[in-house]
């Protein structure tokens, strides 16, 4: 079985999460790039996992998914408070937490 | 038998720690009076079972020592370890002493039960004078220096305290910063100059050490015994202490305080600057013989200072108008009276003046007391006159001690002052010149002591149709009456050979000053008639000078007014009191206020101190306000410089 293309696929999605935080203003699509990077992740936990024939790299990625559901429900509810607060996702709009 | 001799400290301590904690609870003067003066009373019962029990020992059993507790040890087994206890030590000194200070102190006590009658700071009054009581029995009953200097600080501490003790009056300091002082001026005054003398008992104390090894007063006089006269390091202890002595009690250099600390109630000057405390000098001196005797230089100083302020304050005393400065100049004279016998080794006369002197200048400021009490806190003796016919009992008892202190024989002040005057004449650490300036001094006393009288008891009233004064009550007369009895005969105990009596103080202190004597070698004087002849003068002159002032006071009084006019520059200096305190302030605090202000305060205050701490908050601040610009509130720039600070760690670590 070759591992490099579970790797190579990990590396390529967790790079577009990380350009995904950093470049887009919506905090949504943000948020989303974060699910992309932490699934990409996950996806390098399972095919390491199955490459040694250890099955904690499963039930890390089972824990991974778990605390991403709860992550994703809060995170979610922070962005609609946002926006009934600011009437808008845009992240440059929302820097009072400054000097 | 002597295992109960602490009992005398514990009473007055007992005392103010109720009278200070639950005294200003009650509400009862009479209580706080009964518990105030009679713990003073106990304490003066055991000494004087104590002093009878004593009586019937040999001379060499009265000595004694109870040691109580370790205060300080430490370096125990090397050579420089110091051990010191609370321990007290009785004996014929420290007896004597301490049967004048619960004596005097518990009528005085009595007297103030009367004339603090509804102060609002009744309890506190008596609280700080069992305090008193307890610091002053502690100086005086101290085996060693340490517990000595505990108790001198102690009664340093409560003079201040009761000085001040009506804090919020005005005070009139005689010319000096008028119309602004207040009454803890006057404190604050006496506790620093005190602090002057302190601070030279200290180094004395610290000498001591050094050269004895101890601070206990039998192994420090034990290893003096065999040094030889003259030396240096002992020298220099005799002036250290004496210095602290000048300060306590009172003389040139260190007297100013004592006339402003008049400010204090009547029972305070009676008790503290007058019968007691400021005779701690004179008793620290004549604990200290030993010492002395090893430096005559310091025996010349001694000697020389008393007799100066001995007639110096004398001539202050004879212009002042306040009727307790009179009596505080006066208290400075007798002082310097006590230290002229030190110091010419007369020790035994010196210490025998301090007694008499504790009952009639007692008796003067009780008196003078009660003078204010009718006169409704009246002081000037200018607006007095005639006080005789409404204050009898006062006037009776007042005339009764000015006849003491004048010296008239067979009042007490007689006895005591006559034999320092003699032993100035005779012994050979004395002079002529010593004996005049002493007799001149008996002089200006009986002066000023029947001026003050005839100024305010006799002639006629110069006081406002509005003022009706009235006799004391019964708690203020009776103790006046029973000091009177005492001026009287208190003399007697001391009666020289010379006429026919035992000189029987003298022989009591004996054992105390033999080692003194012996190193000194004196050689007993027989009894001639040059003796005689000097006392004959010495009650002349005191004669003469009664009977000056009152021809003056009370027949001719434009005879005062022409020397006024004829000299009105030594009028003016005396009446300004050598200008003294204004030369201490031209010399010495302003100087002191202006270098604090330009230098200590506004150069190394607020310049270097408040430079350094302000200065260092504003580089922190400045630096912080480039810094904090980094902080912009847009999450996705912290997030970019976190994603290149991991690309850096990776390529350092790709790299490596």
């Known amino acids: 079985m070759d591992i490099q293309s579970y790797l190579l696929l990990s590396a390529t999605t967790f790079i577009i999460g990380v350009v995904g935080v950093l470049a887009r203003r919506n905090a949504i699509i943000v948020f989303m790039s974060i699910e992309l990077m932490l699934n990409s992740v996950n996806l390098s936990l399972v095919a390491f996992s199955a490459y040694l024939g250890d099955v904690r790299g499963q039930m890390l990625v089972f824990f991974a998914m778990t605390v991403a559901a709860a992550e994703a429900a809060v995170g979610l509810a922070i962005i609609i408070a946002l926006f009934r607060r600011k009437q808008t996702v845009n992240l440059d709009d929302i820097n009072i937490l400054k000097w | ?656």
């Open chain 2, 1 to 656: 038998m002597f295992s109960y001799s602490p009992l005398i400290v514990l009473f007055p301590l007992l005392g103010f720690l109720f009278l200070g904690l639950i005294g200003w609870r009650l509400k009862n003067e009479k209580l706080i009076g009964i518990i105030g003066s009679g713990t003073v009373g106990l304490s003066f019962v055991v000494a004087a079972i104590l002093f009878f029990q004593m009586l019937g020992m040999q001379p060499e059993e009265r000595k004694h020592i109870v040691g109580l507790f370790t205060w300080i040890s430490t370096f125990t087994g090397t050579p420089s370890s110091l051990s010191v206890s609370v321990g007290y030590q009785v004996d014929q000194l420290s007896i004597l002493m301490t049967l004048i200070v619960t004596g005097v102190g518990f009528l005085i006590h009595v007297y103030s039960i009367g004339y603090m009658h509804g102060d609002a700071g009744f309890s506190r009054f008596f609280t700080y004078m069992n305090l008193f009581i307890f610091a002053m029995l502690n100086l005086v009953l101290a085996d060693n220096f340490l517990l000595m200097f505990l108790g001198w600080e102690g009664v340093g501490l409560c003079s201040y305290l009761l000085i001040g003790f009506w804090f919020d009056r005005k005070f009139d300091t005689g010319g000096y910063k008028p119309g602004t002082a207040t009454t803890s001026d006057a404190a604050k005054k006496a506790f620093i100059v005190n602090r002057i003398g302190d601070f030279g008992f200290l180094l004395g104390m610290l000498l001591i050490f050094m050269h004895f090894g101890s601070l206990n007063f039998e192994t420090v006089f034990g290893r003096a015994t065999v040094l030889s006269v003259g030396d240096k390091t002992v020298v220099w202890i005799t002036l250290l202490l004496f210095l602290g002595a000048t300060g306590k009690s009172a003389q040139i250099p260190l007297y100013v305080w004592l006339p402003d600390a008049m400010a204090g109630p009547t029972p305070v000057s009676a008790l503290i600057h007058a019968a007691t405390m400021v005779t701690a000098g004179v008793y620290m001196v004549a604990r200290c013989s030993i010492l002395y005797a090893l430096a005559p230089t310091t025996m010349q100083v001694v000697a020389i200072i008393g007799a100066v302020t001995a007639v110096m304050a004398a001539t202050i005393g004879l212009v002042q108008n306040d009727i307790k400065k009179v009596l505080a100049y006066s208290t400075v004279s007798q002082l310097g009276y006590m230290f002229l016998a030190m110091g010419v080794a007369a020790f035994a006369a010196g210490i025998f003046h301090v007694l008499t002197h504790a009952f009639f200048k007692a008796l003067l400021f009780l008196g003078s007391g009660a003078v204010i009490h009718a006169m409704h806190d009246e002081q000037d003796i200018q607006k007095m006159g005639g006080l005789k016919k409404y204050l009898p009992t006062t006037y009776k008892t007042f005339l009764i001690a000015a006849i003491a202190i004048s010296g008239i024989p067979p009042f007490s002040g007689f006895f005591s002052k006559d034999e320092i005057l003699w032993k100035a004449f005779s012994s050979e650490y004395g002079s002529v010149v010593l004996w005049a300036l002493g007799v001149l001094g008996a002089g200006l006393t009986a002066f000023y002591m029947f001026r003050l009288v005839s100024l305010t008891f006799e002639g006629e009233a110069r006081y406002g149709h509005d003022v009706h004064p009235h006799e004391a009550p019964k708690t203020m007369t009776i103790p006046l009456v029973i000091l009177a009895f005492l001026s009287v005969v208190g003399g007697f105990v001391g009666i020289p050979a010379s006429l026919l009596g035992g000189n029987s103080i003298e022989q009591w202190l004996e054992p105390i000053f033999e080692p003194a004597n012996d190193k000194l070698s004196l050689i007993p004087q027989a009894v001639t008639a040059g003796e005689y002849l000097l006392m004959a003068l010495s009650v002349a002159i005191a004669a003469g000078g009664i009977y000056v002032a009152r021809m003056v006071y009370l027949r001719r009084a434009e005879l005062a007014e022409q020397w006024k006019a004829k000299f009105p520059k030594i009028y003016a200096m005396l009446f300004n009191k050598y200008y003294v305190d204004e030369a201490y302030d031209a010399v010495v605090i302003t100087p002191t206020v202006k270098v604090s202000e330009a230098i200590l305060w506004k150069g190394v205050d607020v310049s270097i101190i408040d430079g350094l701490v302000n200065g260092s908050a504003k580089l922190i601040g400045t630096i912080a306000q480039g810094i904090r610009r980094v902080q912009t509130g847009i999450a996705q720039q912290y997030a970019t410089i976190f994603v290149g600070g991991i690309l850096v760690i990776l390529i350092w670590l790709i790299l490596k």
